[in-house]
């Protein structure tokens, strides 16, 4: 399933960035006075950072993210991320992997959102007598809601697959800001 699930995950990606691309031409053909191509006019960049430090703990993550804006209701967009964790002497982990993003305005201040994400678990775990290591895949159905200023939106999402063994996160309701530029 390890191996099945990434390359699922990426036939996905393409295959969204294959339908934003027969979307974009079809509206090419529907108005001759638009440029040759406005491909990137709809595309907007975003993502997440993030860093934690305290007495021998360390994280860091980067978490950059595009959307394709069908039309000021509709996105559809992709991500990636990569988070390092230390706890020094007890914890190492690496977790890298990517999402899918659909997100609807009903109105122009309310954003609700699906993202589906595919992260690759790498942990090590210091003891006495060595190191344990500990790796696994784990899938995240975030459903959410957020109020939307311009291009920042800010609210909750909620875990469908939340599971309270080999997870990712604490819990399954937490709180975001999603930015695009």
Same mark, same amino acid.
């Given at each position: 399933m390890k191996k099945n699930s990434l390359t699922n995950l990426t036939f996905l990606l393409l295959f969204v960035f294959s339908i934003c691309n027969v979307f974009n031409i079809t509206a090419q053909g529907l108005n001759e006075n638009k440029s040759k191509s406005d491909f990137w006019n709809h595309v907007q960049f975003g993502g997440g950072l993030g860093l934690g430090f305290g007495s021998g703990y360390t994280n860091i993550t980067i978490a950059p993210s595009a959307i394709y804006n069908f039309n000021e209701k509709v996105s559809l967009g992709i991500g990636t991320q990569y988070s390092y964790v230390?706890?020094?002497? +007890?914890?190492? $982990?690496?977790?890298? %992997?990517? *999402? !899918?993003i659909g997100l609807i305005n009903p109105? =122009?201040? !309310?954003?609700? $959102?699906? =993202?589906?994400?595919?992260?690759?678990?790498?942990? $090590?775990?210091?003891?006495? %007598? %060595? *190191?344990?290591?500990?790796? +696994?895949?784990?899938?995240?159905? +975030?459903?959410?809601?957020?109020?939307?200023? =311009?291009?920042?939106?800010?609210?909750? #999402?909620?875990?469908?697959?939340?599971?309270? #063994?080999?997870n990712v996160y604490v819990d399954a309701l937490m709180p975001f800001i999603r930015i695009y530029f």
């Amino acid at each position: 399933m390890k191996k099945n699930s990434l390359t699922n995950l990426t036939f996905l990606l393409l295959f969204v960035f294959s339908i934003c691309n027969v979307f974009n031409i079809t509206a090419q053909g529907l108005n001759e006075n638009k440029s040759k191509s406005d491909f990137w006019n709809h595309v907007q960049f975003g993502g997440g950072l993030g860093l934690g430090f305290g007495s021998g703990y360390t994280n860091i993550t980067i978490a950059p993210s595009a959307i394709y804006n069908f039309n000021e209701k509709v996105s559809l967009g992709i991500g990636t991320q990569y988070s390092y964790v230390n706890q020094k002497g +007890f914890y190492k $982990s690496n977790i890298y %992997g990517g *999402s !899918i993003i659909g997100l609807i305005n009903p109105i =122009e201040q !309310i954003q609700l $959102s699906a =993202e589906l994400e595919q992260l690759k678990v790498n942990n $090590s775990y210091l003891t006495g %007598g %060595g *190191s344990i290591k500990d790796g +696994f895949w784990n899938t995240a159905l +975030f459903i959410g809601a957020g109020y939307r200023a =311009e291009n920042i939106t800010i609210g909750l #999402r909620y875990n469908v697959l939340h599971k309270d #063994r080999n997870n990712v996160y604490v819990d399954a309701l937490m709180p975001f800001i999603r930015i695009y530029f």
